[in-house]
């Protein structure tokens, strides 16, 4: 069952020790079929070393079990919190990324003080708060998904425009149009975590970029007039054929 979509979220959980986003099991990866309803997710606490795709678990949307022997990762609620809110997402990843969860314990958004972070982020990241001890103590996975969506609809953030976010006193989750691209964002939240915590030490008063520069980064790759890349170069070369 679903085999592509396994392959495909297996090689996105391999690359996050390749990048070096995790430590042991730190970390996890899923994949849905929009078509099927169906999500592929890293089985809890397995070596990535260990890992294979038939040993990813596959589920409904409510959390039931379609396929697989082994537990599903223990972040699973979360994930299926976010695919329900926002349908435009087809991977999610959750990893403890070392700055980037400094900035999550911190309890602070990541600023946008440069364009790296503004080529992939359009404005800060934003810091979800704490779960209450209700919260926690009432279904903790769940929760945390159901605060991060209440996170991006309160402040009015695009998901596809900002693609993560951080969890305070827990750490990062991105996302992407499929597992693949989670990966990279995780990989440049990370990056732009590392940078921001840098420019605070150079200069803690540091402001962010001014938004005419974030928005010309963001939507020179983004935007309905984009032009970052090959794609309006290979449209020419058709034309020309």
Known sequence: MLKKLKHAVYEANMELPRRGLVTYTWG???GIDRDKGLVVIK???????DLSPDQLV?????GHVVEGDLNPSSDTKT???????????????????????????????????????????YGPVPCARSLTHAEVDEDY?????????????ERGINPLH???IVCRNHGPFTWGKDAAQAVYHAVVLEEVARMAMYTRLVNPGAPSA????????????????????QARHKELDEDDD
């Open 28 to 30: 996890n990866v899923s």
């Open 43 to 49: 089985p809890s606490g397995v070596e990535y070393e």
């Open 58 to 62: 596959v589920l409904d949307l409510e």
């Open 79 to 121: 994930h299926l919190a976010l695919y329900r809110a926002f349908p435009q997402l087809g991977g999610i990843v959750h990893t403890h990324s070392p700055h980037a969860v400094a900035w999550a314990q911190a309890g602070e958004d990541i600023p946008c003080y440069g364009t790296t972070h503004a080529d992939y982020f």
């Open 141 to 153: 996975e769940l929760n945390t998904g159901l605060v991060i969506v209440q996170t991006l609809k």
């Open 162 to 164: 900002v693609p993560g």
């Open 210 to 229: 001014p938004q005419y520069v974030q928005d010309k980064h963001f939507l020179r790759k983004h935007g309905p007039n984009a032009y970052y890349g």
